[in-house]
């Protein structure tokens, strides 16, 4: 600011600051330019009488300026590991949200450099559980994308902590505010894919499959690297779930869709081996992209393929036979040697325990028999009201949301200039719900979803 | 057309050892012209039995009614090297014959060019079509069936009347059918089918040619519903199609495409109760004892009947690739008719009435389950074949939950994604905007990072 004097010392800026701290606008009009324009040393320094700016700002009131000076001690040369520690934890705590979201580098900053200290003090572990805290005051709502998500779930990956995150992925991410969050689209997708990872370590493979979704299917005009490793992954988490590739969301960008046909041809071709459910095929599939899967690091992921696909050929035996003898099903899944039998009873058995298959195995014959049965849930217990209930609140939810979304569109500055260029009659939206089978949704809603999925 | 080529080859390869039931005097006495040249030869090649006799009367029918002596020298030499392989005296080339055909041929495509020439210069344009259409025939009567192609083509523009535009499609489509570009056989029925007052005869032969071109593509069904339509007049000595195709060959095509695709329902009132099949029906009674076989469940006796009839249907030109499809659907079809009418099926009851065993039908009806053909499921434990109760109720709860989850991730993810447009957070060469705390080029970097520590987990 031209009309304030730079502050040439702590002190002054201390004063200044306390000046200021009262309301959101006098902190971001006056006290963030001028922390703005001072370097990075500055922060370092410490008052006249050697006191530390850190124990004289008041960690709630004045979030801002303790965001900077904690950023710039936490990523000195050579931090005062255990003082910043505790410094910083109680920070994250208490801060006041709407201030450090002025200056969202710097808080991430502070994130980083609590994470780096924690990992100098032999624990990275400490660090995370107070950021997820910390994160979901820090995120507008939980349907937010802020800059520290990604970083967080990494440090989570990274630290091998997948069920800290989950109270974060577990809301799925829908608004993007890039004031005050400092955002890019590096941030949504790779948040999306730590996720997706998070997600496969936990062995959640569905939610594995909607984040990867959402990384391949992001609007692009060229092709991220991120989007062809999640591509990668999807493919087979896709195996695993479904048997085959799921087909990409229609809206996947071009660009995409090209990339993903000219580098991961090896993954097409292994799917190709699974859909055809024939075990020694994708064995032999299986060894010849071994090392396309090592180098993109995905052996892991693969070889439960191998696995996986005894266990959709044992389901669809269940669509076929009401018994069979476990020889016979050893021998229609493809398992082989002297054991087949006894490998067949242990899949059939894992499958009834993980509730996959519904079936009883009976000994009274010579070799064991299996009898197949229908899900045993008749629907007739309050436990599916409950769970229907549940079920039509989320929808009710979602629903709302996009209503909401629809009448902001609806109010747009470009949405009405547009509609009034084209003359007259605004089509989807502003009137009152006039469907009420679907949850009092404007009449644009059905813009918002793909019908031939959903309703074909 | 390179495709079908293709396909031609590749079955051609087939040997059938002996026929059952053919008597090859009565059954190439049905046709005339290219046609019976064409499966004497088709015949040769594919049943060393018949070899001698079919290139025999295909050097006749060459001689006699042709002037391709290209095609008579080929089939001789063919002639004489299965001779001498058996050990026979070798058939004598008509040398006499083949120079002065050839002599013959040449002067008379001489004078047609020349005639044909001086009616363009007279600007005529009955004469320049008749031109064209007489140059066509006699490329055609030499076997130059391309060249014949393009003359009839070619009268197209000269034609005046409905009458012309018809003749020169029977032409196109005759000529097409020989060379197996069925594509081609198709549009040009269309062609004729739009014209006004088409004859009984004419509609009956379009018909059979559109039949023949639906077959050649696997649409059985289609090719069924046309050989079934066909009017008895095609088969009067005056119509001519002999020189296509044999009311015997309407029948059987029309029987099997019938049985291999249309269900028991269609079967009685299209084909049974089809008075005007009826009577194509009577050339070939063991067909004809097929279907009815067939309708009344006898379906042991209609699968033998079918095998012993394998041979020959594997000797027609027109039939011998579709042969193996069109069983399997009979069998397929007679499975899940047989039961049909059942919850339960002892599955040794079965086996003998399909005149298989236990086993090999299991195997059968599981590959039918999975194609979802019949809805049923196998007890393998007391060999019996169980209909699956549906359970209604449970499976709109089932998907209907299913759909809520489905809902509300796609909804999630189209606000994302509306969101993101909004924000322009759209993957691209530099990265806009304040945010970007990762930059493009250690993106890698971080995910490698990323891995290695995943790698090492157990």
Redesign the interface.
Known sequence: MPNQQTPGTVDELLQFISAHSDGIENISNHIFPMLKQLPQQFFLQGTADNQDPLDLLDQTFCSLAYTYFLSARCNAERPNAAHLLNYALNFLQVFDPQQVRIAP?KF?QVAQGLCRIAAQYGNSVIAIKPLVNALQRYAQSQNHLT?LH??LI?EC??S?CYKQALPILLN???????SG??????????YH??GA?VYI?LKNYERAF?FL??VI???????????I?AYKKFSLVSLLLHGKIAPL?K?T?TAVFRSIKNQCQAYQDYSGAFESLNVKRLRNEFNKCADTFRKD?NL?LAKQTLDAIYRRNIQ?LT???????LA?IAEAVGLEGPNAAKMAENYVLRMIESREIFATISHS?QNG?VS?H??A???NTSL?IT??EQ??A??TK??E??IK?DRAIGCSKEYLAKSLATGGAIPGGLGPADDSEFLGAGGGFDN???DG??FG | MDDNVAKRKRITDIVVDSPNNLDLESYISNYKGHTKVDRLLFIAKRCPTLQIDAYRLALQELRDNSLDTAKYLQSASKLNEVLTAQGYPSYSIDSGWVDSTQKRAKTLLERLDAELKNYKNNLIKESIRMGHNDLGDHYYNCGNLTNALKCYSRTRDYCTTAKHVIEMCLNVIKVSIELGNFSHVHSYVIKAESTPDIQPLVQAKLKVAAALAHLDNNKYKQAANLFLETSFEIAQPQSQYSEVISPNDIAIYGALCALASFDRKQLKKQVIDNAEFKQFLELEPNIRELIYGFYNSKYNSVLTGLESYKNDFLLDIHLHNHVETLYDNIRKKALVQYFSPFLTVDMNKMAESFGTNVLKLEKEL?KL??ENLIQA??????KIL?AKQQ?H??SI??R??K???????????????????????????A????????S?SN??A??N???????K?P
């Not at chain 1, 799925?172 to 890039?178: A, G, K």
Request: glycine share 6%; with cysteine; hydrophobic share 35%.
């Open positions: 580098d991430l800059n990604q970083y990494k990956l990274l091998k799925d991410i829908t608004e993007i505010e890039t969050t400092g955002i890019g689209y590096i941030d949504h997708l790779l894919y730590y990872m370590g909607y979704k959402l299917s992001a609007p692009a005009n060229i092709t991220s690297q991120i989007q490793e969301p809206y960008a690091k892991g669809q669509q076929t036979y009401l018994t069979l003898s016979d014959h028999m197949f229908d899900n849930d008749m629907y599916t769970h229907l079920q039509i989320k929808a979602v629903s949301r996009v979304t918002f979803i793909d999925k959903y | 599981a389950i999975t499921r196998i007890d393998s434990h007391k169980c359970d109720r449970s709860f089932q209907s939950l759909m809520g989850d489905e809902f509300e991730l796609s909804t999630n993810a189209m606000l994302l994604r509306m969101n993101l447009f909004k924000a322009n957070l759209i993957v691209q060469t990265q806009k905007g304040e945010g970007g705390t990762t493009s993106v890698n971080v995910i990072a990323v891995w290695q520590s995943r790698e987990q």
